[in-house]
């Protein structure tokens, strides 16, 4: 396979194009092949999948949709060669969640694969910045990094980037307002640990604390508060039980943070990295607002927290450590 030099530059602007290499082909992998094609994110698409002839298939089926998408190629095999020289190398393979079953559960099963492809993907893209959107994805997230010894900045999860999305479409129902106009993050493990952060959220550049109700809507006490994050956090159990996985939204999230390392654009998003001493908290992969430009994760931002809110992360960040330990890290 060819190395990233040997890819053809962008014509018009006499630049190296950019590859993205998706490991693992199914729902969560394709939806996310798809969504970046579809955005233009990048000139190239790579699937990998141990599995020939889904990957095959799937690559096919996007090929045949290339007239009415931005500029791209898409390739994929069964063969680790083909994420040769990728920028950006996003990492869907592991164990799926079935009905009932919590993403810790998925822990060992998923661990294990990443001892196995790792060191290969490594071999043919020492370079790229990898992203991990695999559950249990902390926890996977700080083994591939012992894993793999890549550096902290360049190996981090899509944590809960998608759980903030949520939290956001929620927030915007019961507010009556566009999504855009809500800012707000979920931080800790991507799991049932996490918390919301009320105390740095706005709405239309009110603070969510201070939001006055519109249109006859419900005020944002702490009862409502209470049961908006349930929401959230059961979220992904309901769309498990109803069609089998979560794909679309995942996909679509995991495309914007891609597009957040190939276009250095230096992007504050909730994604999970080793953190150190973040309010105290150490050695342990976690949600927080960071930096993410071409460098990968650069920064984590010490946004405001309650006392409440703190206590919180806190608890979260024992609770995945938890798990790290069961399995030897």
């Known amino acids: 396979m060819a190395a990233l030099s040997d890819i053809p530059a962008d014509r018009s602007s006499g630049t190296r194009t950019t590859k993205i290499a998706v490991v693992g082909a199914g729902a969560v992998g394709s939806t996310l092949a798809f969504a970046a094609l579809a955005r233009g994110s990048a000139r190239t698409i790579a699937l990998h999948d141990v599995n020939r002839a889904k990957v095959e298939a799937e690559v096919l089926d996007l090929q045949h949709g290339l007239m009415f998408t931005p500029q791209a190629q898409v390739i994929g095999s069964d063969d680790v060669g083909v994420c040769a020289g990728a920028d950006v190398v996003v990492v869907t393979a592991g164990a799926k969640q079935k009905p009932g079953q919590t993403r810790i559960d998925l822990a060992e099963g998923t661990i294990g694969l990443m001892r196995d492809i790792l060191p290969g993907l490594v071999d043919v893209a020492p370079d790229a910045t990898y992203v991990m959107v695999t559950n249990p994805v902390d926890v996977v997230t700080y083994a591939a990094l012992k894993i793999s010894g890549l550096p902290r900045e360049r190996m981090f999860g899509s944590g809960t980037v998608l759980d903030s999305s949520r939290l956001r479409v929620v927030l915007a129902e019961r507010c009556g307002v566009a999504v855009g106009n ?148």
């Not at 794909?247 to 995991?254: E, F, H, S």
């Not at 943070?257 to 342990?284: C, F, K, Q, T, W």
């Not at 930096?291 to 206590?311: K, Y």
Request: glycine share 10%; hydrophobic share 40%.
């Open 182 to 329: 809500v800012h707000a993050y979920i931080a800790g493990e991507h799991g049932d640990s996490e918390i919301a952060l009320w105390s740095s959220a706005s709405i239309g550049g009110v603070p969510l604390l201070d939001w006055e109700p519109l249109g006859g809507k419900q005020p944002l006490d702490v009862a409502v508060r209470t049961e908006v994050h349930r929401e959230v956090v059961d979220s992904a159990y309901r769309i498990i039980s109803g069609k089998g996985a979560t794909n679309y939204a995942v996909g679509l999230a995991a495309t914007r943070i891609i597009e957040a390392v190939l276009n250095d654009e230096g992007r504050i998003m909730p994604v999970s990295s080793l953190l150190d001493d973040y309010h105290g908290i150490s050695d342990v992969c976690l949600s927080v607002p960071s930096l993410v430009d071409r460098r990968g994760v650069t920064a984590n931002v010490r946004v405001p927290m309650s006392d409440d809110e703190l206590a919180g992360l806190r608890a979260s960040a024992e609770s995945v450590r938890a798990v790290q330990k069961r399995f030897g890290f």
